[in-house]
């Protein structure tokens, strides 16, 4: 028998492995292998015989008419006189047989054969010429015998040809194939010849020997293949399985070879297994010696990580990602915690704040960094949430420490009555007279992007809310009876004093109150932080001009970080503007935003409606007389004025000479 090689190892997805393996020794129990034969009748594939040699008692055969191509064979449909026939395919000398296709098992002996039949007419059934001299039949019966019975046969072979032949009786007696009829019989001459087909044994393998290799080297915590490569005899590959095992030591193994490397020495067995009648044990082990796995980088990701907070937010380090790289060459999440970072403080607004992210793995310290803006807090909510109004006249602190005064006048006596959602002031036969929540800012100009309070009245006729700043009305709103209103200031302002004042009502509700307060330098940290991304490296990739970067940089809508920049410094206060420019801590945002003017063919100046410092193009001429400019407007007027100047003094001399002509 031939002896083959098998391999037979886990396949694992995605797994990739870059250390080259190395072999084990090989061992064995001592057991003698079994051969076992596989059983006749379970084979579909047949091959073409031409000797007696090959005729056995027991064995399964096919009748064709031919021997390559497309052939005729025997179909097991049944006909009452002779054998229809099906188209088998003879591939390579072999025909593998469907199940219309007839399989005769051989009985018998020398000059006496038999052909038994499977399941006709649901029994067995043996071939015979019908005790015919008259007819040409190939019939089956159910028993052999003399008379209308089943035939012994002779066999013999013409070349490939079988010459196969009822002892029954002398003519009608040879086993042929009648093309014009396409049906097998048995005649006394002619026709065409038969062929005869046996049943391929295949020998179960027998494992002999087994070796192991593994594809890395066993670190302590990875996972590593171990491939065991049967030597056997036999041709049937399919005919055995390796079953892993760990004989001792804390690693794992699992069905397919895949090993989880504890931290003490292990010994893995791969044992090969033959599937037949008995099961031979040939086996082998591998020692693994775990090798230290110690971490030796780890990478940080900060890519993702939340940039920008407001006063009083904490430290999110949700989108920020460690890699640790192990002496396997492995690499896996390092898990970060809030201990890792410092340099946090979100207690005041500021531009620019590093933050440093540090791990310290078995005495080596990784580290790096990155930066972030704390703006101010955008909006501040108090009202009944916070602070429980109890007389006409108190002072009340909201969430930033700001200090509101409130003061009520009624017509009689008044209720202050705390509501699951709301405060509620007077009843409806009380009239509220007025009621006033005053903000002073200690002569500081705060900007006031966000202002909005809802409240809920009952009222003879319209109530009224004014929002003023100042005392100028910047937005005002109507309560009517029993409806809930929401009244909001639509655009930014700028003053010392806020206020919210609510007249001609009997009953008020005050669900909240929300608004937000910056003072000029807030203001300007607040465009840095949102517009300039000084923080961010991929502005800096011109290195002849650092402060340009992608500023021209299109988004979804077409906006660029140029134009939203440009019209955000705009909508600042001139004050604002001023200090953004003028003040020595902002430089390098000026020096940024001067850049990206200038790639865009913009500068600072004066626009058409008398606003100072804001971003204009080039190609627009603030006034008349732009010092230090070159103007054409401003040349042509000195042109005309030159001109007029002119025209006066040679009018002059010309009247003067009439005169003197007189």
């Known amino acids: 028998m031939n002896k083959k090689t098998l391999k037979i190892a886990g396949w694992a997805l995605g797994l990739s492995m870059a250390v080259a393996g190395i072999g084990a020794a090989v061992g064995t129990t001592g057991l003698n292998p079994i051969e076992t034969k596989a059983v006749a009748t379970s084979s579909t594939t047949f091959a073409l015989i031409n000797d007696t040699a090959d005729l056995e008692t027991g064995k399964s055969y096919i009748i064709t008419n031919g021997t390559s191509g497309t052939v005729k064979a025997i179909s097991t449909v049944t006909n009452n006189n002779n054998r229809k026939t099906v188209d088998a395919e003879v591939s390579e000398g072999f025909i593998t047989r469907g199940s219309d296709v007839m399989s005769l098992t051989m009985g018998g002996s020398a000059g006496a054969w038999t052909f038994l039949t499977e399941n006709y007419s649901s029994s067995n059934g043996y071939f015979g010429q019908g005790n015919q001299t008259g007819s040409n039949y190939l019939k089956i019966y159910t028993s052999l015998g003399s008379g209308t019975n089943g035939d012994t046969f002779t066999i013999s072979f013409d070349g ?31 026709q065409n010849p038969v062929y005869l087909w046996k049943e391929v044994e295949e020998e179960s393998g027998v494992a ?19 491939t065991a490569t049967v030597s056997y005899s036999g041709e049937k590959e399919d005919d055995h399985r390796v079953d892993w095992s760990v004989v001792s030591g804390n690693s794992t193994v699992d069905a397919d070879g895949f090993v989880t490397v504890g931290d003490a020495e292990s010994v893995i067995k791969a044992t090969a297994k033959d599937k037949g009648e008995g099961d031979s044990e040939i086996y082998a082990t591998i020692t693994l010696t775990p090798l230290a796995n110690p971490i030796t980088n780890i990478a940080f990701d900060t890519s993702e990580a939340k940039t920008e907070y407001l ?48 791990a310290i793995e078995n005495g080596n310290k990784y580290t790096t960094t990155y930066v972030i803006s704390v703006l101010a807090k955008p909006a501040i909510v108090f009202g009944t949430n916070y602070t429980k109004l109890t007389s006409t006249s108190q002072n009340i602190v909201d969430e ?13 006596d008044v209720s202050f009555t705390n509501q699951p959602d709301c405060m509620q002031i007077g009843t409806k036969t009380k009239t ?20 909005s309070a809802k409240f809920g009245g009952y009222n003879d006729t319209a109530g009224t809310i004014s929002f003023k700043l100042d005392d100028v009305e910047i937005a005002s709103g109507e309560l009517n009876l029993d409806q809930d209103v929401t009244v909001s200031a639509s655009q930014q302002v700028r003053g010392k004093k806020l206020e919210i004042v609510l007249t001609g009502l009997n009953r008020l509700k005050i669900y909240e109150i929300s608004y937000s307060a910056f003072t000029d330098a807030q203001m300007v940290q607040n465009f840095i932080g949102k517009y300039m991304h000084l923080n961010d490296s991929e502005y800096e990739y011109d290195k002849n001009n650092p402060y340009v970067g992608l500023c021209d940089a299109e988004d979804d809508a077409g906006n660029t970080p140029w134009t939203l920049a440009r019209d955000a410094f705009n909508a600042l206060f001139p004050e604002q503007r001023e200090l953004f420019l003028t003040d020595a801590q902002y430089v390098s945002a000026k020096e940024r935003l001067s850049a990206w003017a200038t790639a865009n063919d913009s500068q600072f100046g004066s626009d058409d409606k008398g606003n100072s410092n804001v971003l204009v193009h080039k190609a627009y001429k603030t006034t008349l007389f732009n010092s230090g400019e070159s103007n054409n407007n401003f040349d042509v007027a000195v042109a005309l004025i030159a001109g007029v100047g002119l025209a006066s003094v040679a009018g002059f001399f010309l009247l003067r000479r009439k005169k003197e002509d007189r």
């Not at 079988?162 to 002619?190: E, W």
């Open 208 to 226: 002999e020997s087994v070796s192991i290799t593994k594809n890395a080297e066993p670190y302590i915590g990875e996972t590593i293949q171990l």
């Open 400 to 412: 930033l420490g700001n200090t509101w005064n409130f003061e009520a006048t009624f017509t009689g």
């Open 160 to 190: 490939d040809a079988a010459v196969i032949t009822s002892t029954k009786k002398t003519s009608r007696n040879l086993m042929r194939y009648n093309s014009q009829s396409d049906c097998f019989a048995c005649y006394s001459s002619g």
């Open 432 to 451: 509220v007279n007025s009621l006033s929540f005053t903000l002073d800012f200690d002569q500081i100009d705060y900007t006031i992007p966000s202002l």
């Open 311 to 358: 006063t009083g937010d904490g430290l999110d380090i949700s989108n920020i990602a460690a890699t640790a790289t192990y002496a396997s060459g492995n690499t896996r999440e390092y898990a970060l915690t809030k201990s890792n970072f410092s340099g946090f403080d979100s207690s005041t607004p500021t531009a620019s704040q590093t933050i440093t992210i540090t």
